[in-house]
């Protein structure tokens, strides 16, 4: 309660020479207030340094994650060479397609541009429309050029 009382009895402000040309004065601090100051700073720095562990640890977690992706999306082109093929050509004739449609999406929002900004109605059903059909469009279009794309030298982990 005193450490407290002697805080509360500290300036918010201190005053600073302007005039003089030189660095403002600091004031003095008590030797308590320093050592309690580098306390602080101590726990702060140990506080990072535990933080840096963890996010090094999270980063070589997600990283061997992704290598096991990578190996087993690997084996699986292998081991299905056809169907690996066929995903290739299926993500580059749906990408065809997927240009198309955002062709006829983009004209449609050309053409019909007062009403869907002045219309809630107008909008809602544009989004209704063309939503749905563009989120599963694109999320085949992701898993078949994933599937079918050739593989990387560069992402194949090395045995060990």
Same mark, same amino acid.
Request: contains cysteine.
């Given at each position: 309660?005193?450490?407290? &009382?002697?805080?509360?009895?500290?300036?918010? +402000?201190?005053?600073?020479?302007?005039? &003089? @040309?030189? #660095?403002?004065?600091?004031?003095?601090? @008590?030797?308590?207030?320093?050592?309690?100051?580098?306390? =602080?700073?101590?726990? =702060? !720095? *140990?506080?990072?340094?535990?933080?840096?562990?963890? $996010?090094? /640890?999270?980063?070589?977690?997600?990283?061997?994650?992704?290598?096991?992706?990578?190996?087993?999306? @690997?084996?699986? %082109?292998?081991?299905?060479?056809?169907?690996?093929?066929?995903?290739? %050509? *299926?993500?580059?004739? !749906? @990408?065809? =397609?997927?240009? /198309? #449609?955002?062709?006829?999406?983009?004209?449609?929002?050309? &053409?019909? #541009?007062? &009403?869907?900004?002045?219309?809630? +109605?107008?909008?809602?059903?544009? =989004?209704? %429309? +063309?939503?749905?059909?563009?989120?599963?469009?694109?999320? !085949? !279009?992701?898993? $078949?050029?994933?599937?079918?794309?050739?593989?990387?030298?560069?992402?194949?982990?090395?045995?060990?």
């Amino acid at each position: 309660m005193s450490s407290e &009382s002697s805080r509360a009895r500290q300036p918010l +402000y201190t005053q600073i020479d302007v005039g &003089s @040309g030189a #660095f403002p004065a600091v004031p003095h601090a @008590g030797r308590g207030d320093l050592s309690e100051s580098t306390l =602080i700073l101590r726990e =702060i !720095l *140990a506080a990072q340094d535990r933080q840096n562990e963890l $996010l090094e /640890e999270m980063v070589s977690q997600m990283g061997l994650q992704g290598r096991q992706r990578a190996n087993e999306l @690997g084996q699986w %082109k292998q081991a299905n060479p056809r169907l690996a093929r066929s995903c290739r %050509k *299926a993500a580059e004739s !749906l @990408g065809k =397609i997927q240009t /198309e #449609f955002l062709d006829s999406l983009t004209q449609e929002i050309t &053409s019909n #541009f007062d &009403s869907l900004v002045e219309g809630e +109605y107008m909008l809602n059903e544009f =989004i209704d %429309k +063309y939503g749905p059909r563009m989120a599963h469009l694109n999320g !085949l !279009l992701q898993v $078949l050029a994933m599937l079918g794309a050739a593989p990387n030298p560069t992402n194949v982990p090395n045995p060990q």
